[in-house]
DNA sequence: TGAAATGTTGGGGCG
DNA sequence: ACGCCCCAACATTTC
């Protein structure tokens, strides 16, 4: 019964398992699989210095690739680890372990296309092949466009069309039941060798994710509706750090999602819908990232190029400490240092913040995530960005300006986000937790919290900062000048 | 997936 | 009893 290895393709191939950390529903090992007799996964990882640096991305990374090594070997299969450049290190594993083909998951931000480009140069010239597969997304480029031909630049008809497609959702793929891998001594090195994995890792990656998933759709998907804009509660799905890096795939998430909402309540279905509806976000900016790749380096509307930031190393400073003064900013910013992960609503909050109140540009903000929230993902990092900027596709309305008292009052009422995260303010009634300074001495003094000593005075004043800004918007390629009187 | 400014309405206190 | 004012509550417009 066995099949003869004349059907296949390809005698070996590797695969590369980059923004892929899982084996089930893994598009690139699937195919692999299917033309391969023999297939290796390898993970390539930049600087072996680094991974021992202890941040909650790296933390997270670790924590999937060990994940990762036990589904594999669970499966036969051994995981290869390369460290260094994948522009190196990829055409390097295919020459040692004498594979026909690499197979990986498409990216679509420039930057790492062109250095696709150059791998698959590389292996062509030793003639192997790189085979890029659509994985991370349900739709990728041009599939779903409007009628005309052009791709959508506004999110509902975009999301309507989508679920209207005649294109079918993928489904996910099955595990395949077994991996055929040579063995890979002395041609990889060892995880338990690479600095930083020799601790034991905390619990992470696709079977995590998948127990997660689980749970979130076993019972607190049904109050996401109401739930999901609390930062002080646990409302959301927390799937975003293992979507960002594949160990639970979008096909998995939104067909789970799906078979959840067939037995659910009329409130229930409802929420159900508009977690679907975030996906679809993700999916949007996505779209808009392979179809404007002009996003990456600026605003999607370019008559917000000449807009005129500020330069302010020291309000900078202040928002990445989370000490600006303003509670909610601070404690959403000191949830993000201190975990690398930020609830979505005061993703919103701090991005209206940095570009509104202190108008610095938003593109320092999208650096700084980038760098530190463990989900960092270039397509939806930067299209929120754009749009809490008002210089992207859909935006908000550039005068649409956050109030941070007022979103902290709204969105956590009794303070329990605030205290959370920020310390010096637990002590403050709720009536005073988004404005300390409001507090008479006295307050101040049995709260053991004396704004301008405990905690600081805010760093600006919102509503002349909202002003400035009106101001700024109004004339993006003019100097801000005063109403003339 | 705002907020502030401005406009309108209606109830109650009061002379 | 009535008009007047105040102002809260809500609606609309503007940024």
Redesign the pocket.
């Given at each position: 019964m066995r099949k003869t290895p004349v059907e296949k393709k390809y005698r070996r191939a590797v695969v590369w398992m980059r923004r892929a950390l899982r084996v089930r529903d893994n598009v690139a090992l699937w195919h692999a699989v299917q033309d391969a007799i023999e297939v290796i996964p390898v993970v390539c990882l930049r600087g072996g210095n680094a991974y021992q640096a202890e941040t909650p991305r790296r933390r997270y990374i670790r924590a999937a690739i060990a994940d990762l090594e036990g589904n594999l070997r669970r499966l036969g299969s051994g995981l290869a680890v390369r460290v260094g450049d994948p522009l190196r290190e990829i055409p390097a594993s295919a020459v040692e372990f004498e594979a026909d083909a690499v197979y990986a998951v498409n990216v679509y931000d420039p930057a790492t296309q062109r250095r696709d480009g150059k791998i698959a140069r590389a292996l062509q010239q030793e003639g192997r092949q790189l085979h890029l597969v659509k994985d991370c997304v349900l739709f990728e480029g041009k599939e779903i466009v409007a009628a005309s031909g052009e791709p959508y630049r506004v999110?509902t008809p975009y999301r309507n069309a989508l679920l209207g497609s005649a294109q079918e959702i993928p489904r996910p793929l099955p595990i395949p039941v077994h991996l055929a891998t040579p063995p890979l001594r002395g041609k990889t090195v060892p995880l338990d060798r690479i600095r930083g994995f020799e601790r034991t890792v905390e619990e992470g990656g696709e079977s995590a994710a998948l127990r997660r998933l689980r749970r979130f759709l076993a019972g607190p998907v049904a109050a996401y509706a109401q739930e999901r804009?609390l930062p002080g509660r646990d409302g959301t799905s927390r799937l975003s750090a293992p979507l960002s890096h594949g160990a639970i795939s979008v096909r998995t998430l939104y067909w789970h999602t799906v078979a959840a909402k067939e037995h659910a309540e009329k409130q229930a279905r409802k929420s159900i819908d508009l977690f679907i509806s975030?996906l679809i976000?993700r999916e949007f900016y996505y779209q808009i990232l392979a179809n404007y790749p002009h996003v990456v380096g600026g605003p999607f509307r370019k008559e917000f190029a000449s807009l005129r930031w500020r330069h302010s190393g020291r309000d900078f400073e202040a928002w990445t400490s989370g000490e600006t003064g303003y509670p909610i900013v601070d404690a959403a910013m000191r949830q993000l240092a201190g975990e690398g992960w930020m609830h979505?609503?005061a993703r919103?909050i701090v991005a209206s913040f940095l570009t509104k109140d202190l108008h610095l540009n938003w593109q320092e903000g999208e650096r700084h995530f980038a760098e530190v929230l463990i989900d960092a993902d270039i397509a939806s990092n930067n299209g929120g960005w754009q749009?809490t900027a008002g210089t992207g596709t859909d935006a908000?309305?550039w005068?649409?300006?956050?109030?941070p008292v007022?979103?902290g009052k709204?969105f956590d009422p009794d303070g329990s986000y605030v205290r959370a995260y920020v310390p010096e303010l637990r002590r403050v009634p709720a009536r005073f937790i988004h404005t300390p300074w409001e507090m008479s001495a006295d307050d101040q003094r049995s709260a053991r919290c004396v704004v301008g000593r405990n905690y600081p005075s805010p760093i600006v004043d919102?509503?002349v900062e909202?002003g400035v800004t009106?101001e700024l918007y109004?004339h993006p390629g003019g100097v801000a000048t005063k109403k003339p009187v």
């Open positions: 999110y804009d975030e976000w979505n609503r919103m749009w908000s309305p005068f649409r300006i956050f109030n007022l979103q709204k919102h509503a909202r009106l109004r």
